[in-house]
């Protein structure tokens, strides 16, 4: 059985579309249809209804996703292993969001440096979604994002970010370290928002209560809402990566609240399937040192 033709069939799955998964396979949408085709030839069954411009799967089709998916994987994962120690380039650029190039990529790219001094690094600091489409463009090689649920990429999880209250020194809530959303009702709150989904978790929380926290600075800059903090103009909900250094300092404080426990940035190391194998162990590899020196999980 074809590989190709698998992948057509899962891809084509996933984006409801033989138009996009041409595009997001590089090849034209007559080749996705003629590697259908030859699968549906193969298995000796249609694997898609067509309806004007709607596809839907068929009953055989959707028998036979589960174990197209586990094909695809498995070859997938066999060329990974294959190409982890393959041949190392003379550059790796790697992507990432603004708040991993801030706290995060300074170490990484030293440690990168150390163990391959002969390659040159580019870094592109941008969003998730400008990431992504940078990467199956080709433009970068690796990239650090919140999420991605998509086929033609590979996606590790690197490391979680716990998101906890911050208060300035000589706040009322830094003596005692802990405090309820319900002693947080009256405080000047400074919300970072950066539309991910972990933060919108904090959202739901602050809609159940019956009087939610006055908000009365928003910002979309984590370096704009410490600072925010430090000039005590109000109370934050920070990452702990973006405030490591005023912590130590004792110039931010943490306050620990029941109800926002077990909430954290999630960030994952992405590449193209298949592709920079040993880079994406050794990033791995650091993430895992960085999780036990800074307690993130």
């Known amino acids: 059985m074809n590989i190709d033709n698998i992948e057509a069939f899962v891809y084509i799955n996933h984006y409801g579309s033989f138009n996009k998964a041409a595009e997001v396979l590089y090849i034209s949408q007559p080749t996705v249809t003629a590697r259908i085709q030859s699968l549906e030839r193969e298995l000796d069954c249609r694997v898609f209804d067509r309806m004007g411009k709607q596809i839907h ?31 190392i ?33 580019k870094l592109t600091t941008s969003s998730t979604d400008l990431l992504i489409d940078k990467l199956k463009a080709k433009e970068i090689d690796v990239a650090f994002i ?65 009087q939610p926290p006055n908000i009365e600075y928003q910002v979309d800059n984590l370096e704009t809402a410490k600072k925010l903090v430090l000039k005590k103009a109000g109370i934050c909900f920070l990452p702990a990566l973006s405030v490591q250094e005023e912590v130590a300092a004792g110039t931010l404080i943490r306050v620990d609240i029941a109800e926002t426990e077990g909430i954290s940035l999630r960030t994952s190391l992405i590449s193209l399937n298949g592709e920079n194998g040993e880079f994406i162990e050794t990033l791995l590899e650091l993430g895992d040192l960085k999780a036990g020196d800074r307690q993130i999980v």
């Open 146 to 210: 919140r999420k991605v649920v998509n086929p033609a990429i590979q996606a590790f999880p690197f490391c979680e970010d716990p998101i906890s209250l911050y208060v300035y020194a000589g706040h009322r809530l830094a003596l005692s370290g802990r405090a309820s959303l319900q002693d947080i009702r009256k405080e000047t709150l400074v919300f970072f928002e950066c539309g991910s989904l972990d933060w919108m978790r904090l959202h739901r929380v602050f809609e159940s209560m019956e």
């Open 89 to 121: 380039p003379n550059e790796l650029r790697i992507g990432s969001t603004v708040s991993v190039s801030n706290y995060l990529m300074p170490h990484l790219l030293l440690h990168l440096k150390r163990k391959y001094p002969h390659i040159n690094i």
């Open 57 to 87: 799967l068929t009953d055989k089709g959707k028998q036979f996703l589960p174990y197209a998916q586990q094909i695809l994987q498995v070859y997938q994962n066999g060329k990974h292993q294959l190409q982890a120690k393959g041949h």
